[in-house]
């Protein structure tokens, strides 16, 4: 069975859920995923805290319907291979599911397709979509993704399924990748966790490298993310951050510091009109080497 929103926020009373204003959010909750993995790692999706944070949700919300309206318009334009990779990658997966959350999550994508997406492929998709057409890039181009904070795990699902080939790099809190690992199943032989030292070893190829980060680099400390940027310098960036956070002044920060310090020959931000919490949320598009 399903949980609603109000049970799930239930749970998250009695669980002592943190504030999102609280600095030790992720440390509370990554303990919080330690304590549940042992029991719900069979079945994520159906899982309280994973809608929680939210890493995943069933359903469509309106932010997805706005999302859902770009979507249909850009599929409408692709040619018809192109066509069969996008709706192999919007389709929901059954990854972390029960046969209910399955059921409640899925609908039509229209268009007269076949495809049965969810709120999360939906996400998805805009993301890259929005990246493809800022940039004239398209995401299959690079050899390496290297993704800070990737949730649930779909981001790097939904890229191999659009037809991306390279290797996949997520760096994430440990419990957090747990989560992820569990999600993934092995299914996606060339996604790789490593942490925020491991970065500093790897050899990068920045003109071939994409860096993803949804609502994450905005999350952690001006210290620690300016680690990021520096040891990612040059390579390609796609951010999403809130305004405010925990705290931190987003909006301040990286208009003033980010270019500067990934090195980008290019740096767009355009608003994101559908999130109107903690201050409204952005994209960022950077082009490095």
């Known amino acids: 069975m399903i949980l609603t929103n109000d049970e799930v926020i239930q749970l998250k009373t009695a669980h002592q859920w943190p504030a999102d204003t609280d600095p030790d959010f992720w440390t509370k909750v990554g303990g ?32 997805e319907l706005s999302m ?18 996008w709706a192999r990658a919007l389709a929901e997966p059954v990854l972390g599911h029960t046969q209910d959350t399955y059921e409640s999550t899925i609908f039509d994508f229209g268009l ?48 191999y399924d659009l037809g991306f080939t390279g290797t996949y ?40 490298t994409l860096v993803i980060a949804t609502w994450s680099l ?7 993310r300016t680690q990021f940027c ?6 390609d960036w796609f951010v999403t951050f809130q305004s405010y956070i925990f705290g931190l002044n987003n909006v301040e920060w990286f208009p003033k510091l980010f270019k500067y310090l990934t090195h980008s020959r290019d740096v767009r931000y355009e608003a994101m009109l559908h999130h109107r919490w903690q201050g409204g949320s952005w994209w960022l598009y950077a082009r490095g080497t």
Not at 120 to 148: C, D, F
Not at 171 to 181: G, H, N, R, S
């Open 169 to 208: 790099t997520i760096v994430d809190l440990p419990a957090t990748a747990k989560i992820q690992q569990h999600y993934l199943h092995g299914q996606y032989p060339k996604v790789e966790w490593c942490s925020l030292d491991d970065l500093r070893g790897l050899t990068l190829d920045p003109a071939n």
């Open 112 to 159: 007269d397709t076949t495809i049965l997406t969810g709120a999360w492929p939906v996400k998805n998709a805009h993301h890259i979509m929005k990246w493809e057409q800022t940039t004239g890039r398209p995401l299959r181009s690079y050899n390496h993704i290297i993704e800070i904070g990737a949730g649930l795990g779909d981001m790097p699902r939904f890229c």
């Open 218 to 224: 905005s999350e952690v400390s001006y210290e620690i």
């Open 230 to 235: 520096e040891i990612l310098a040059g390579a």
């Open 32 to 63: 919080l995923i330690d304590q549940g993995i042992p029991e719900h790692a069979s079945a994520l999706k159906a899982w309280w805290l994973v809608r929680g944070v939210p890493f995943w949700y069933p359903g469509i919300q309106p932010i």
């Open 68 to 85: 859902l309206a770009d979507l249909q318009t850009h599929y409408r334009g692709l040619v018809s291979t192109d066509q069969l990779d």
